[in-house]
């Protein structure tokens, strides 16, 4: 089992900028790819991006150039980055990870982006 919790989510002004933490913990040997994915009301759940346990990196074209994933592979802990929001970043993210055949998910954390 694999527990993920985010934090970070908060109000930001558009252009703001904000950084999410999920810290992974539980019985594992090691966290391969993680992810960060989002949903915003009324919207299917979308991948932002992924990071491997070598920090290769994939971004959803939306996000590209604003948001830069990260990874603490010491901590179990994966960051995103966000600069540049803007309101259709608003939604919640959720943190995910695929370990043994099984995807994991946090509680997920809200980001609103507003004037």
């Known amino acids: 089992q694999v527990q993920l919790v985010e934090s970070g989510g908060d109000l930001v002004q558009p252009g703001g900028s904000l950084r999410l933490s999920c810290a992974a913990s539980?019985?594992?040997?090691?966290?391969?790819?993680m992810g960060w994915y989002r949903q915003a009301p009324g919207k299917q759940r979308e991948l932002v991006a992924t990071?491997?346990?070598?920090?290769?990196?994939n971004y959803a074209d939306s996000v590209k150039g604003r948001f830069s994933i990260s990874r603490d592979n010491a901590r179990n802990t994966v960051y995103l980055q966000m600069n540049s929001l803007k309101p259709e970043d608003t939604a919640i993210y959720y943190c995910?990870?695929?370990?043994?055949?099984?995807?994991?998910w946090g509680q997920g954390t809200q980001v609103t982006v507003s004037s």
């Open positions: 995910n990870t695929l370990y043994s055949g099984s995807y994991y």
């Open positions: 539980g019985s594992f040997s090691s966290i391969y790819t």
């Open positions: 990071i491997t346990r070598n920090r290769n990196t």
